[in-house]
């Protein structure tokens, strides 16, 4: 019989190995469409339509994804990756909340192309929809603002990671060899996106005007005229991708105890 936290172990691995693909697919469509008004986030699910059991694997990346929404919501309230409830670890429990939210989007923009509710729009439109709602509401500008931040504080600690390579501790020692280096290139690429998405946010707060947001996709598509920046992120994106199906498979995820919340960790 396989208890709950056996439940909770796999759907957080199918949610990063979901991840890995969403990111290998968006770095390969970078690459392959640099000279095209394409590539970003629609463009992944415009792909996975077209191939052979495209819409199976847009089911699971739906699933998966929106089970990786929920662990980066349950790290930000329960705090089972022990971030803490100083200054610090608050604001890196608001980059979990701004992590959820972002894959949250992807895991809606899956299953509206796997129910055949989109054919070929613009995922990032339905952010921008998501976010003009946001603002028609009481302090709507304000939640968007500390979304922003919360984008802005991932950003940060996506670089922090590139420089020690930190995400090294939740990896079993069992996993290959390179994936530290292919790691730190995939962070540092997502540093980036994770940054103008930020500050895209907290323009479109400060304006309140959903037009200022950006989505994933066209974060990643505003860099077009930026030639090796572009390039690097493209290609630093595909490396995240990878590195989330090795995490998959060699994270150390945090088990409930019979304290509740408070988890123990096992390799």
């Not at 208890?3 to 990063?16: H, I, Q």
């Not at 059991?53 to 089970?67: C, E, N, S």
């Not at 005229?225 to 995490?247: C, H, K, P, R």
Request: include cysteine; hydrophobic fraction near 50%; proline fraction near 2%.
């Amino acid at each position: 019989m396989v208890d709950k936290s056996e439940k909770f172990n796999w759907l957080v691995r199918v949610g990063f190995a979901a991840r890995g693909i969403t990111y290998l697919l968006l770095g390969y469509l970078a690459l392959s469409t640099a000279g095209e008004a394409k590539g970003g986030g629609a463009a992944v699910y415009d792909y996975l339509q077209e191939v052979p059991f495209g819409t199976p694997l847009l089911w699971l990346m739906a699933i998966g994804l929106l089970a990786y929404a929920g662990f980066r919501f349950i790290s930000a309230i329960g705090d089972i990756q022990h971030h803490g409830s100083d200054t610090k670890g608050l604001l890196k429990r608001v980059g979990d909340v701004a992590s959820g939210v972002a894959h949250l989007f992807l895991s809606y923009a899956c299953y509206q192309f796997a129910v055949g509710e989109k054919q070929s729009s613009d995922t990032d439109a339905g952010s921008q929809e998501m976010a003009g709602t946001v603002l028609s509401m009481d302090l709507g500008s304000v939640l968007i603002g500390i979304l922003g931040i919360g984008f802005m504080v991932g950003a940060f600690m996506q670089a922090k990671k590139t420089a020690t390579a930190s995400f090294m501790n939740r990896i079993s020692a069992r996993a290959p060899g390179g994936v530290k280096t292919v790691g730190q290139i995939g962070h540092a690429a997502r540093s980036i996106v994770f940054a103008i998405i930020g500050w895209s946010m907290i323009k479109g707060a400060w304006f309140s005007s959903e037009s200022q947001i950006k989505g994933l996709g066209e974060a990643i598509l505003s860099l077009r005229d930026n030639g090796l920046l572009y390039t690097f992120v493209a290609v630093g994106l595909i490396m995240f991708g990878v590195f989330s199906l090795v995490t998959a498979r060699y994270r150390i995820i945090p088990d409930f105890g019979p304290e509740g919340l408070k988890p123990k960790f096992r390799a």
